[in-house]
């Protein structure tokens, strides 16, 4: 897997990749702060609403700053002790 910190050129498929997994990745972490489905629906639709008002920029450096604040933010926003499911090991 490729290091988030990797540079990636805009308007890409490596690109569009790079932002949808940032996009899974923020939603994945507001799930550490927010565990029931029906409270954290709301922040998933803000960070949609995030995402969609930057869908349109076109200049390579104002989408490479995007991309770096976004990354900024998901890193100043990490849980300190992340909510993992719980695993059952069925014995049989």
Do not use: C, G
């Amino acid at each position: 897997m490729a290091s988030s910190s990797a540079v990636v050129r805009p308007f890409t498929d490596a690109h569009r990749i790079h932002v949808q997994r940032l996009y899974r990745r923020a939603l994945k972490q507001s799930l550490d702060w927010v565990v029931f489905r029906d409270i954290w629906r709301q922040k998933a639709i803000e960070i949609r609403v995030k995402f969609e008002r930057n869908r349109d920029v076109r200049d390579p450096r104002a989408v490479t700053k995007l991309l770096h604040e976004a990354e900024l933010l998901l890193a100043k926003t990490e849980h300190p002790d992340p909510y993992r499911l719980p695993i059952f090991l069925a014995i049989l």
